[in-house]
């Protein structure tokens, strides 16, 4: 058994259910496994939201909900100097001892994505604790953290990661796994998917303002791998889910008028232009 949460961002609307189910079940007393979470400053269940592109013709927002990711190895564990102060359970989740950790303000600099937080007052670090509290209560109903409970568009779902069979596990497998940057390679119990990376987008019209539908748009990454799509009714294309820093060679082409040709970096996201396309 290893208890896992699996993060969906895409389905995430940023409606801080799980956020406020957080605050709700931590904020104001005590658990078996941790002290109160303070009110103002600490945020377990992390929304990490951002606004996507370079032009105000084309901007997205993203959100990827952030707790602790209960790594497999985890860095706050070894960072630790008194033997219990970090311990991962065998049921996968890491837990940070409120009495043994006391004073150790390092654990918070340790942990690779920011999810763990210094409580000034009690001088202790802490963090996610998966609701380990609830989930050993053998009269707790829900058998879920409250942050999965409380989501009303399924974009967390929690299980054993260990059974193929559970709903977690073939979410999973179905899905795509973006796991977080400064994780990346690393085994944690939290698994992210869909996490965006960056975009490629632009319009094509033609010399009288009108949009042009179905020119066919080319991006070429420096790797060899090549992505292929019309513009829509409204003359726009994009690219979604890119690799980072690539070069890309993107041309547009329709019958009857000069291909056009742009060089671009996937350093950021990209609207990459308005492209008014000339007459052959």
């Known amino acids: 058994m290893r208890y896992g949460i699996a993060i969906d961002s895409a389905r995430c609307m940023a409606c801080y259910a799980c956020f406020m189910a957080c605050k709700d079940e931590h904020c104001g007393w005590d658990t078996t496994v941790s002290k109160a979470q303070p009110h103002m400053g600490q945020f377990w269940m992390d929304i ?10 084309r901007i997205k927002t993203a959100t990827v909900p952030t707790p602790c990711s209960h790594c497999a190895n985890p860095a706050c564990q070894a ?5 219990g102060a970090v311990y991962r359970r065998d049921d996968g989740i890491v837990i940070i001892d409120p009495e043994k950790a006391k004073g150790q303000k390092q654990i918070v ?4 994505i920011g999810a763990i937080y210094w409580n000034e007052e009690l001088e202790i670090p802490q963090k996610c604790t998966m609701c380990a509290h609830l989930l050993d209560d053998p009269d707790y109903p829900g058998k879920e953290p409250r942050c999965v409970e409380a989501c009303p568009n399924q974009a967390l779902i929690f299980g054993d990661l260990d059974d193929p069979d559970s709903d977690i596990s073939k979410r999973i497998a179905a899905g795509k796994v973006t796991q977080l940057e400064a994780l990346e390679g690393m085994d944690t119990s939290v698994v992210h998917l869909n996490v965006p990376t960056v975009f490629l987008a632009g319009t094509v019209c033609v010399e009288d303002d009108e949009v042009l539908i179905g020119a066919k748009v080319k991006a070429t990454c420096e790797c060899g791998t090549v992505y292929e799509m019309e513009t829509n009714w409204a003359g726009n294309y994009e ?3 890119l690799p980072k820093n690539k070069k890309f060679t993107i041309e547009i082409a329709h019958e009857g008028y000069k291909t056009a040709v742009y060089n671009v970096v996937t350093d950021t996201d990209h609207y990459v232009d308005l492209t008014v396309l000339e007459k052959a």
């Open 48 to 57: 990490r939201e951002w606004e996507r592109g370079d032009n105000e013709r």
């Open 79 to 83: 960072a630790a100097t008194v033997e």
């Open 239 to 241: 690219f979604e889910d």
């Open 109 to 112: 600099d340790a942990c690779p």
